[in-house]
């Protein structure tokens, strides 16, 4: 059974930073794409940052490129977001996936299986 589990939001003001962390366990880490995804009130869900499973190839949502940087370390089965620079449109329940669609460094896709995406975790960022 795939469990997948964010941790790492909260409040923060506008120009602080954060760091998200998640695991995936019933599974071989190491040998799936991952990403973190958000949605905001109102809006649809949306890929954020996204990594390949030997974590040659990364993508980055242009409003975030340059201030959030996606890593993993496949010995600990965990994936990471850290979030510098954060701003209010900032604001919105971030998601962790695995077993993506697909990634590139110009566009990624989550998993079409429910199972694969954790519960979110939710980042406020006060003006």
């Known amino acids: 059974q795939v469990q997948v589990v964010e941790s790492g939001g909260g409040l923060v003001q506008a120009g602080g930073s954060l760091t998200l962390s998640c695991t995936a366990s019933g599974l071989t880490f190491g040998a799936y794409a991952m990403g973190w995804f958000r949605q905001a009130p109102g809006k649809e869900r949306e890929g954020v940052s996204c990594?390949?499973?030997?974590?040659?190839?990364?993508y980055h949502a242009d409003t975030v490129q340059g201030r959030f940087t996606i890593s993993r370390d496949n010995s600990k089965n965990t994936l990471y977001l850290q979030m510098n620079s954060l701003k209010p449109e900032d604001t919105a329940i971030y998601y962790c996936a695995t077993r993506l669609s697909s990634v590139s460094t110009v566009a990624c896709r989550g998993p079409s299986d429910p199972t694969s995406w954790g519960r979110g975790t939710q980042i406020t960022v006060s003006s």
């Open positions: 990594i390949g499973a030997a974590s040659g190839i990364t």
